[in-house]
């Protein structure tokens, strides 16, 4: 069973940094590309990042490029989100999602930023 | 950047009734196009991929179509367990962009 478990959740300030991680099991984490995915309060999906299988290809939406960074640890079966320059339009809920078009979804976790 | 216009922005439809959702891409996205279902504080759960192809476990009442661009979601009898929003994805390109969603209740 696809299992991912994300981590990271809490309240921030505006400006400050946070890091998310998803733990994936039940697949292979290693042949698949990852995503982040968020969801502001009562609004819709918002695709913000991708990572390759093998890390090589990285893409970002403009709105969080150069302020968010994706990454994997193959050994460790986990996917990062490292989220700098945090700002309030950042609030959301945050899901990774196993493959290069999404199909098994994490729980997800709440980041708000807020002063 | 690629983007996904999605209609209506709400349905309220009946049981047994057939509903149809539509997604309009803004170029080619060839079959890059997936739907989902996202029930009330729940995470989003892939229906189509491939804009026609069925994923696991979901129900035979729902089918993906395509002509050109636009593409639709057919329910094709409605049930209460079908309520929620719906959305599609295109991962044609990055980024990937949604659609609104399509937010589905009953009558």
């Known amino acids: 069973e696809v299992q991912l478990v994300e981590s990271g959740e809490g309240l921030v300030q505006p400006g400050s940094s946070m890091k998310l991680s998803c733990v994936a099991s039940?697949?292979?984490?290693?042949?698949?590309?990852m995503n982040w995915i968020r969801q502001a309060p009562k609004k819709g999906l918002e695709w913000i990042a991708l990572?390759?299988?093998?890390?090589?290809?990285?893409y970002y939406a403009d709105s969080v490029k150069g302020r968010f960074t994706i990454s994997r640890d193959n050994s460790k079966n986990t996917l990062y989100l490292e989220m700098n320059s945090l700002r309030s339009e950042d609030t959301a809920m945050y899901y990774c999602?196993?493959?290069?078009?999404?199909?098994?979804w994490g729980q997800g976790v709440m980041v708000t930023v807020s002063s | 950047d690629i983007q996904m216009t999605q209609s209506p922005a709400s349905l309220s439809a009946s049981l047994e009734e057939i509903v149809t959702i539509t997604c309009q891409a803004s170029q080619d996205i060839g079959n890059w196009l997936s739907w989902y279902q996202q029930k009330p504080g729940k995470s989003p759960q892939l229906l189509i991929y491939g804009a026609t192809s069925l994923a696991d476990g979901v129900p035979s009442r729902f089918s993906g179509s395509r002509s050109g661009t636009q593409y639709s979601l057919k329910i094709s009898r409605l049930q209460v367990e079908d309520i929620g929003i719906y959305y599609c994805?295109?991962?044609?390109?990055?980024?990937?962009?949604f659609g609104a969603g399509t937010k589905l209740e009953l009558k």
């Open positions: 990572i390759y299988y093998d890390s090589s290809s990285k």
């Open positions: 039940g697949f292979t984490f290693s042949n698949y590309g």
């Open positions: 999602a196993k493959s290069t078009v999404p199909d098994y």
């Open positions: 994805l295109q991962a044609y390109s990055a980024p990937y962009t």
